[in-house]
């Protein structure tokens, strides 16, 4: 039984401990130079994974040498494309298989949310590093399990937000908090982003043969299909996904805890949202608002899934969305005298009080080349994206669903009244109340929730007094895909 395997038998036992600390990662994975080539196996090969294999595959020195998908069809197609081009690809339904091999060095994790922590901490303890896309977990515990496992066996863990290696964006920050336009007051992530109806279905779906659906479901709870699609809709259910807030909201929340230097999780969080507009099979919002509460400011994020108004959903859904001070997938950083724009992944746009351009940051680098660099040099903090940025900002996401998950619906009166007293919070409200109206959306009797205001200690990543919230930060596991208390 190899290392792996033996490592695998014994998870949940006793003698996990044992096997791991008789086990060093290095002697599990190859020990490679600056000059070797990296070996690389991606899994989740679909959308995202899909760009993951290309963007591993135009690096010198790198080789994508082993695919995994739970999906048949999908590897078989994803194998032709390497085929085509001259090149051996092994292809692998289940990741475990793929960590007892010595010749791999590295992982790429573009699977759904509900297994990101899982497969980071395996690939962590068979002693291979990890590029583990946003967000890095589907609860906040999971999240610190993933960085304990990175320190204890000294993988290089890149996660996937990628406007960590933009230089414009990094040069934006720095000029702000250089003071350019005095204090910064607040700090606003916007996900303006188009999500229709997925449907509602009258009964569980067949799952296709071609398609390993236990594995799919792994950690999370075992149940019938009950939606039309079983790809990418995964978002929009709890059980798997993080809704908007983490799907998108990860990458914007976490370029406004960055322009605010917050290096720790906020004392305060609240949500106020809910899925309007329509009556389908996705359980996450499609219209939120997250409070943050730092001590240098505070940090709102704003998701809107539905567009302009009414005549854009007939005519022209994706394409009629709003946008706020000039972003609509992006961040406004309100400052004293002015605001700093980051509209995309790779620019940063300084305004003045009168609303004229005053300064712009340009350029971004390849995510993935600084994840390589580091491994090559065994140096993660090489990494301008290190697995606690990710765990922090990904908790972040989950603190504002928490909040969200504990809330009632409530009458648009008393959802004003609660948050009456911060002008922030009332403002961004009272827009969204606006957007909403503006697509029919009966406001007074829109079923929005909202959510406690919950108290954390980020010393300890845990909230205060609240024993129903705490629960929530972490989930129950099937068995034979359990995140490991002791990593």
């Known amino acids: ?9 014994l998870q949940g036992s006793s003698a996990t401990l044992i096997a791991l600390s008789a086990t060093s990662p290095l002697s599990l994975a190859r020990r490679v130079g600056p000059n070797d080539e990296i070996r690389v196996a991606c899994v989740g090969i679909r959308s995202r994974g899909a760009a993951h294999i290309n963007g591993l595959h135009r690096l010198e020195g790198v080789r994508v040498v082993a ?10 197609a994803a194998k032709q494309k390497f085929t085509e081009r001259g090149e051996k690809v092994d292809t692998y339904a289940d990741l475990r298989h793929v960590l007892d091999r010595d010749d791999i060095d590295a992982i790429s994790v573009a699977s759904p949310n509900h297994w990101h922590a899982l497969q980071a901490v395996w690939a962590c303890q068979a002693g291979k590093d990890v590029y583990l896309e946003k967000p890095v977990s589907h609860n906040v515990w999971e999240g610190g399990q993933i960085v304990k496992a990175a320190r204890k066996y000294k993988r290089i863990v890149q996660t996937g937000t990628q406007c960590r290696s933009s230089q414009g964006i990094a040069a934006g920050i720095e000029w702000i908090q250089a ?82 230097g917050e290096t720790r999780l906020p004392k305060r969080t609240l949500s106020i949202g809910g899925r309007v507009g329509y009556d389908d099979d996705g ?31 007939a005519q022209n859904w994706g394409g009629s969305m ?20 980051i509209p995309d992944y790779s620019r940063a746009i300084a305004v003045d009080k009168e609303g004229k351009e005053i ?28 697995i606690r940025e990710g765990h922090i900002s990904s908790a972040m996401c989950h603190m504002g669903n928490i909040s969200h998950l504990l809330g009632k619906s409530q009458s648009n009166e008393q959802i004003a009244a609660a948050v009456a007293s911060n002008p922030a919070a009332s403002e961004t409200y009272e827009r969204l109340g606006s957007h909403l109206v503006a697509n029919g959306v ?41 995140v490991p208390q002791e990593v």
């Open 442 to 482: 009966d406001f007074e009797n829109s079923g929005l929730r909202l959510g406690p205001w919950l108290q954390m200690d980020p010393a300890s990543e845990r909230f205060i007094g609240n024993d129903a919230a705490n629960r929530l930060l972490t989930r129950d596991y099937r068995e034979g895909f359990v």
């Open 179 to 260: 003071g350019n336009l005095g204090k910064i007051n607040l700090a606003r992530g916007l996900c303006y982003k188009p999500r229709q109806s997925i449907g509602k279905v009258a009964q569980a779906q067949t799952v296709p043969e071609h398609i390993n659906y236990d594995l799919w479901t792994g950690p999370a709870p075992l149940k019938p299909l009950m939606r039309k699609s079983l790809h990418y809709d995964w978002h929009w259910v709890f059980d798997t996904g993080c809704g908007d807030v983490g799907n998108q909201g990860i990458h914007q929340m976490d370029i406004a805890r960055w322009a605010l």
């Open 67 to 76: 695919l995994v998908d739970v999906d048949e069809k999908a590897l078989a």
């Open 322 to 341: 709003d946008d706020y001070m000039g972003a609509r997938i992006g961040v406004i950083i309100h400052c004293e005298n002015g605001y700093l724009r």
């Open 283 to 313: 359980n996450t919002p499609n219209t939120q608002m997250v409070y943050h509460e730092f001590d240098s400011a505070p940090l709102i994020f704003e998701v809107r899934g539905l567009p302009r108004d009414k005549q854009a959903q």
């Open 359 to 386: 300064k712009r940051f340009e350029g971004a680098s390849d995510h993935f080349a600084n994840f390589i660099d580091a491994v090559r040099k065994r140096d993660s903090s090489m990494l301008t994206a290190d």
């Open 1 to 9: 039984m190899s290392n792996f395997s033996r490592r695998r038998f």
